[in-house]
C-alpha cells in the first residue's frame, strides 16, 4: 500500500508535571515536547520526539530537532512514497545524527501505516497482546524522607522494578538507606554518565547493594572502561546514552561491555532500528528494557508496544500517566491494568486519539510544513 504524505505538523506542548522531577543536571516542574504529525489524505499519523529542551542527555534539544526536521527531513519524506514504514529510516539515511528527529517522524509514519491498515502498533511490529511488567522511576530528591515516601507509594501501586537517580555526592547514601528499608527491591541506579573510569574500584564497591543494573555508570564513547568496570562487578551494568546504533549493539556484545541494553526509540532513531537491535541483543543474550524520557501519551503507547517483543524481559520505563503528568494529551491515559502492569490498545496505531482540548491548551507553537 502506498503512502504519500502531504503535510507534516510541528507542536510545541508544555505540560505541568504532577510531582517536580530532578536527575543530575536539573530540576523539572514542567516538560515540553515536540509533536510530529504527519498526515496523507485526510488521515493522520502521530510521534512524540523524545529530544529534551536542553543539550545534557545528549547534543540534540527539541529546539534542533524541530529545525533539523523543518529544514531537512520534512523535505526528504514530503518527495517520497511510503510503501512499507520500514523503508523511513532509510530515506534519511544520508542525515548525519540527529536521531531524535528522525525518529519522531519515523513513528508519526508507523502510527500512520498502522492506522489505514487497521493495524495496532504492536502487531505491526511483531509484538503481542499482553500486560508488560513496569517500572517506577524515583528522581534525586532534597532528602531520604522523600526519597523512601515516594518508593513506597510505587511499591504499593505495584510497581515491579524502582529505578532511582545517582550522582556522586547522591549515591552511596540514598543506596543504603533504600536497602534499609526496602531489602529486596529490584533496584536499578541510573547515573546518566555521572561518573569517569577514575571511578571504576569505587563503583565495583555498589555490588553490596544487591543492584538489579548499575545503568550507564560513565559517558557514552567509554566502551573499553565500562568493560573494565563490568570486569570487577558481579552488577549487572546496563548502557543506555551508550547505545545509538545496531553497531554499537555489535561492539558492546563483542567487548562484553554490559549485560542489559536500555532501549529508547528516540535515542536510536526510531522504531526499524530498535527493532534491529532488539532482534541482536536476543541473539547474544543480552536482555533488554524499554527505557524513556517522562514520553507523554503518544510516546508512551509507543514504548508500551514496543515493551510487547519477546526479548523485553526486564520491567520497562512504562508507568501509568498519572505518575508523571496532571492531564494527557491522548484521549486514553496510561493506567495501570494489573499491580505493575500495562498493556498496548487495540485499536490502529499506537492505540490512542488526540485530547484536542488538552493539546491546544498546552501548545506553545506550531508550523506546518506542506508538499
Known sequence: MAVNIDTIVLRFVKMPLHRPFSNRWERFEEWTKLIVEVQSEGRSGYGECTAMETPYYNYETIETCWLVIQRYLAPILLDRTIDDPKQVADFFSHIRGHYEARAALECACWDLYGRIQGVPLYQLIGGELRPVKSGATIGVHQSK????????????????????KIKGGWDVEPLETIRAVFPDIALLADANGAYSPSDISYLASFDRFNLMCLEQPFPPRTLYETAKLQAQMTTPIGLDEAVVSLEDVRQIIELKVARIV????????????????????????????????YEMGIGRWTNIALATLDNVTYPSDVSASNRYFRQEIVNDAVELVAPGMVQPLEKPGFGSTICWENLNQYMTQEAVIRR
Open 145 to 164: 524522607e522523600e526519597l523512601i515516601g515516594e518508593i513506597q507509594q510505587a511499591l504499593e501501586a505495584g510497581y515491579h522494578r524502582f529505578k532511582i
Open 262 to 293: 536500555n532501549l529508547k526509540i528516540g535515542r536510536v532513531g526510531g522504531i526499524s532500528e530498535a527493532l534491529r537491535i532488539h532482534d541482536a541483543c536476543k541473539e547474544a543474550g543480552i536482555p533488554i528494557f524499554i527505557g524513556a524520557k
